[in-house]
């Protein structure tokens, strides 16, 4: 692998990671994927739609949110997976692990 594609892939384990945190400090564990692209803005990692959207299909595809299409908008909920790899009672890949991050 190269240097670039590596930086890409931690930089979106690193988003993986920021988009399950920030959905565990929500009351109801859930947040559009236009507010979670404000979010990554925030931290830096300034991404079109696609992109995030692709981040949340894989953290769909390892069971860490459900999400739901409300028109053109989705919505992710953290689930029970997500909230143990947030705890450390699981190791999700492509998921920056919470003791392993400078976030």
């Not at 920021?18 to 931290?43: F, P």
């Not at 919505?75 to 890949?93: C, F, P």
Request: hydrophobic content about 50%.
């Amino acid at each position: 692998m190269s240097l670039k594609s590596d930086l890409a892939d931690a930089l979106a384990a690193d988003a993986r990671l920021m988009i399950l945190k920030e959905l565990a400090g929500q009351t109801n564990g859930r947040l559009s994927d236009l507010l979670i692209r404000k979010v990554l803005d925030l931290y830096g990692i300034a991404r079109d739609r696609d992109w995030i959207t692709t981040q949340l299909r894989k953290l769909e595809a390892l069971g860490a949110v459900e999400l739901t299409e409300a028109g053109s908008v989705l919505i992710a909920l953290i689930t029970r997976i997500g909230r143990d790899h947030l705890e450390e009672r699981l190791i999700l890949s492509g998921v920056t692990r919470p003791a392993d991050a400078d976030l």
